[in-house]
């Protein structure tokens, strides 16, 4: 099963990728914006890396394009998680390095199907 790195402000957001994730047999990780997500990325050997877009601290769109700097993290999915859904932002995030892009509030059906998806061998 996969390492998930689950990067949001909001306490209840993690804690619902936790509830969906953790009874499949992945493990969650949480930070709680975008410069903790690096720390802990830098300390952990992940599979997988969901983020928020808008966060204090350091956005998602920052924390992608530093953790695609990190040689241990190059090949590693990152989906956006997050309640904007503008085209431009989506290609931004796409050119910072991430995987794909899921639109808040997300059914948990369709989150387990994606991070099943990112993380097959």
């Known amino acids: 099963m996969a390492t ?5 402000d909001s ?8 509830v969906v994730l953790g009874p499949a047999g992945h493990t969650v ?6 410069a903790e997500g690096i720390a ?14 808008n966060m204090p601290v350091m ?3 920052d924390m992608i ?21 503008d085209e431009g932002i989506k290609q931004q ?6 995987t794909g892009w899921i639109t ?4 948990p059906e369709q989150l387990l199907a994606v991070v099943s998806k990112l993380t097959r061998d």
């Not at 990780?29 to 975008?34: C, K, L, S, T, V």
């Not at 802990?40 to 877009?53: C, E, F, M, P, Q």
């Not at 394009?65 to 859904?85: D, H, M, Q």
């Not at 995030?93 to 991430?98: D, E, R, S, T, V």
């Open 93 to 98: 995030a796409k050119a910072a390095g991430a």
């Open 104 to 107: 808040k509030p997300f059914k």
């Open 4 to 8: 998930v790195l689950a990067v949001d």
């Open 65 to 85: 394009k530093n953790l695609r700097t990190l040689p241990a993290l190059t090949g590693v999915p990152i989906l956006f998680l997050s309640t904007e859904s």
């Open 59 to 61: 956005n998602g769109l």
């Open 29 to 34: 990780i949480e930070a709680g914006d975008g």
């Open 40 to 53: 802990k990325a830098k300390n952990a050997s992940l599979n997988l890396v969901i983020t928020d877009l």
């Open 11 to 18: 306490a209840s957001i993690r804690q619902m990728i936790k």
